[in-house]
C-alpha cells in the first residue's frame, strides 16, 4: 500500500493509526487494482463508532463511498471550483490515469494549495 492508504481489509484501528501519523489527516481506501474507493477522517470513524462500530470493523463500513475526486492534469479552475462547491470538505484525490496519485490540499483565502 501508498502511503496514506488502506484497503478493504484494514480495520478502523488502522486507519486511525495511519490518520494519527498523516499531515494530510485522511485515509484513501483503495480496491485491489488501486482504484479509490473511498476515503476516512477521523469524524467518520467517529461517525461509524457511534452506530456500533468497533476499531475492528472493516473501514468499508465507514469510509465515505462518495469522496470528490479529479484527475491530477485538471486545471486550477477545475479543482478549486470542485473544492468550493463542496464546501465542507478540504481536500480531494487527485489520479492520474485513473490510478490513486496524491491528496489535492486546503482552500485558503490565497487559493489552492498542494499538501
Known amino acids: 500500500m501508498s502511503e496514506g492508504t488502506l484497503n478493504l481489509n484494514s ?14 489527516r485522511l485515509a484513501i481506501v483503495l480496491s485491489e487494482d ?3 474507493i473511498g476515503t476516512l477522517t477521523d ?4 461517525r461509524c463508532l457511534l452506530l ?6 472493516l ?3 465507514g469510509m465515505n463511498q462518495s469522496p470528490v475526486i479529479a484527475n491530477v492534469n485538471s486545471s486550477d479552475h ?9 464546501k465542507a ?6 489520479f492520474f490515469r485513473n490510478l490513486f496519485y496524491c491528496v489535492f490540499g486546503r482552500v485558503s483565502a ?3 494549495q498542494n499538501t
Open 78 to 86: 477545475l479543482l478549486k471550483k470542485l473544492l468550493h462547491k463542496k
Open 11 to 24: 480495520t478502523l484501528i488502522d486507519a486511525v493509526l495511519l490518520i494519527e501519523k498523516s499531515v494530510k
Open 52 to 57: 456500533g462500530g468497533t476499531l475492528d470493523t
Open 89 to 94: 470538505i478540504n481536500s480531494m484525490s487527485l
Open 43 to 46: 469524524g467518520d470513524i467517529r
Open 59 to 61: 473501514v468499508g463500513e
Open 110 to 112: 490565497w487559493g489552492v
Open 34 to 36: 488501486k482504484r479509490v
